[in-house]
C-alpha cells in the first residue's frame, strides 16, 4: 500500500496531466517567463478551511520555486474576506496551478464544513460521525483527510484495512457464523490483525454476530426504535454502528439511542464545495 503522501503524488500528477497537458496556451502565450508576481487565496464562504497542507503539494511538485505563506491553517474556521494565504514566484507557474488547487481545496473544505454540521448535531453524545467508500475515485485519501478535519471520524479507508461483512458476503458465505470464521482463519493464515464488523439486518442476526466474537455490529436500515433495542440486547459486548439512510435531520435521534458509530455516505458523494478564489494581488 503506498504512503499517503505517494498517493497524493499520484493524484497531482494525473491532474496536471488532464488540466495543463502538453502546456496552457492561454498563458504560454500571453504571459512572458520571467514574469514574477502574488496570488492570495479568498475565502468566500463561511466553513472549515481543509486542504491547505495538499495546497502546499500542489505548489510544489510543480514549481518549488514558489513561495507561499500561510494565514489559516487546516481546520481553522475561515469566513468571507479571509485570506487564507499568498503564493508568490512565477506568474505562468502560479496560473498553471490555480485550478488544480482551488478543485482540491474547495472540496475538502465542503467536505470538512459538511462533517462539523453533521458532527456538531451530536454534541453532549459519545457517538463520532462516520466517512463511508462513497468517494471520488483517485481523491480518497484527500476526502477522508477533510472528513477527519472537519471533526469526524474515518472508517476502513478501503477493502484492504478492516473486514466489513456485509448482507451478500453473509448470504455467499452461508451465514454470518460461517463467514466470521472464516475471515479470523484468513487473519491467522496471513498474520493480518484486522477488526471485523459485520453489518446485520435482524435480532437473530444480531445474536448470531454476538456469539462468532466480532468487534462491531453495523445496524443496517433499523429505525430508531429498533436501534434503541438492539443497543440494548447487545449492552456494551460490542461497537455499535447505525447506517442506512439517516439523514442530518434524524442524526440526533439515532445518536441518542447509544450507538458508538454512525456511517453518512453524504459526507463525501454530494457535497457542495466551499467557495473560493485566487486572485493577483
Known sequence: MKSRDELIDDLLTL???EDVGDGDATTLSTIPAEARGKQRLI???????????????????????????????DGAHAKPGDVAFEVEGSVRSL???????????QRMSGIATTTAKYQSRLEGLKTKVLDTRKTTPGMRMLEKEAVKIGGGCNHRIGLFDMILIKDNHVDFAGGITQAVNAAKEYCKKNGKDLKIEVEVRNTPEIEEALAAGVDRIMLDNFTPERTREAVKLINGRTEVESSG?????????????????????????????????????
Open 245 to 281: 439512510g439517516i439523514t442530518i435531520d434524524t442524526l440526533r435521534q439515532y445518536g441518542e439511542c447509544g450507538v458508538d458509530f454512525i456511517s453518512v455516505g453524504a459526507l463525501t458523494h454530494s457535497v457542495k464545495g466551499l467557495d473560493m478564489s485566487f486572485k493577483a494581488c
Open 15 to 17: 491532474a496536471f496531466a
Open 43 to 73: 475565502i468566500k464562504e463561511e466553513g472549515i478551511l481543509a486542504g491547505v497542507d495538499v495546497a502546499r503539494m500542489v505548489f510544489k511538485k510543480f514549481d518549488p520555486e514558489l513561495k507561499m505563506t500561510v494565514f489559516i491553517e
Open 95 to 105: 496560473l498553471q496551478t490555480e485550478r488544480t488547487m482551488l478543485n482540491i481545496m
